[in-house]
C-alpha cells in the first residue's frame, strides 16, 4: 500500500500578485506527500542542510510522513526563488541554490528497497537513476521532470526512463524532450522512451494521459482562486500515484480515478501559498470536489 517517494525538501520565497512568502517549506518531495498521505503511507527521501528548520521536520512527522531516509548533511537546504506574474501559468526563477543537494546520494533501508510504488519527483536524474539500481521488488515505478534536467541531463533522464512505468511531465517538457509540437505525437515519442503510460500536463487547460488501455483528457477543475501555483504538479501526482497505490492494480478504471484525485488534489494546492491548503486536507474533502467536479463534466 505505501509508497516511496525521491525528491527535493526545499526552502522556497515565493512572490505572486497576492504577496510573498519567505522560506516557505516547498520541493517536489513535500508537495507530493501532502497528496499522497491522503491515501497511503508515504516515505520520503531527500536531503536538506543544517540551516533547515526543526518545526519544518515536526510538521512532515505530524502528517504521518515517514522521514526514515530525509538526509540531513553539512551545508545549505536547496533553496528556490521565483516570481508569478500575468496569468500565473509560469514562474521566473529569480535564484536557485542547490546546497547539499549538489552531492546527494540516498541511502535507503532494507525495507524501503522492497518498496512496490515508487515516484521520482522532480531532482537530478543522476540521483533518480542512483535510487532505482537500489530498488529490488518495484511493481509500479512513476517519475517527473524538468526543462534544466532535459537541457544539461538528456541522456540520464533518458536512462531513467527506460527503467519506469509511468512518466509525468508539463506540456513544454513534453515537446522540449521530443521535439514534437503535437501533445498526441509527443506522448506517443515518451512511450517509445520506455514509459507505457504518460500524463501531460497543462496547468489550467487540465491534463492528457495516454496508456494502451485508454486514452483521456480531463480539464482543470474550476477555481477563480489562484494564489500560488507553485507544487501543483507535485500535489497533481501525488494524489495519482497515491490513488495507484491504494487500488493497488493500474487499468483503465484505477486511471481514470486517479487522474481525477490528482486534479481535484492540485486544484486545492494552487488556492494558498506552499502547502498552506493541502497540509489541512482530509480525503473528505477531495471527495467533496470530486463530486462537484463530476457533475462539471459530465456530459
Not at 62 to 79: P, Q
Not at 183 to 202: F, H, N
Amino acid at each position: 500500500m505505501g509508497i516511496l517517494v525521491l525528491g527535493t525538501v526545499a526552502l522556497d520565497t515565493v512572490q505572486t500578485p497576492f504577496g510573498k512568502r519567505d522560506a516557505l517549506l516547498g520541493g517536489s518531495a513535500s508537495h507530493f506527500s501532502m497528496s499522497a498521505r491522503l491515501f497511503t503511507d508515504v516515505s520520503l527521501v531527500a536531503v536538506i542542510g543544517k540551516d533547515f528548520p526543526d518545526k519544518h521536520i515536526a510538521f512532515l512527522k505530524n502528517k504521518g510522513i515517514d522521514l526514515t531516509s530525509l538526509a540531513k548533511e553539512s551545508g545549505d537546504t536547496f533553496r528556490w526563488q521565483g516570481e508569478y506574474s500575468g496569468d500565473l501559468n509560469t514562474a521566473k526563477t529569480l535564484d536557485t541554490h542547490l546546497g547539499v543537494l549538489a552531492t546527494f546520494r540516498p541511502q535507503l533501508t532494507a525495507a524501503q528497497r522492497r518498496f512496490k510504488n515508487v515516484f521520482l519527483a522532480n531532482v537530478d536524474p543522476d540521483i533518480q537513476n542512483y535510487l532505482l539500481a537500489s530498488m529490488r521488488n518495484s511493481t509500479i515505478v512513476g517519475l517527473d521532470s524538468m526543462n534544466f534536467w532535459i537541457h544539461t541531463k538528456r541522456k540520464s533522464l533518458l536512462r531513467a526512463l527506460k527503467k519506469v512505468d509511468i512518466f509525468v511531465a508539463n506540456d513544454q517538457e513534453a515537446r522540449d524532450l521530443t521535439g514534437q509540437t503535437n501533445l498526441i505525437k509527443a506522448a506517443k515519442s515518451l512511450r517509445s522512451y520506455g514509459p507505457r503510460i504518460v500524463l501531460i500536463k497543462k496547468g489550467e487547460h487540465g491534463v492528457f494521459l495516454q496508456a494502451d488501455s485508454c486514452t483521456l483528457l480531463l480539464p482543470a477543475y474550476p477555481t477563480d482562486t489562484v494564489v500560488d501555483p507553485t507544487g501543483a504538479g507535485d500535489t497533481f501526482a501525488g494524489g495519482f500515484m497515491g490513488y495507484l497505490a491504494r487500488a493497488g492494480k493500474v487499468n483503465a478504471a484505477t486511471l481514470k480515478k486517479a487522474i481525477c484525485y490528482g486534479t481535484i488534489a492540485a486544484s486545492f494546492n494552487v488556492e494558498g501559498f506552499g502547502l498552506e491548503k493541502t497540509s489541512a486536507l482530509a480525503r473528505n474533502d477531495l471527495e467533496k470536489r470530486l463530486r462537484v467536479f463530476k457533475r462539471h463534466i459530465s456530459i
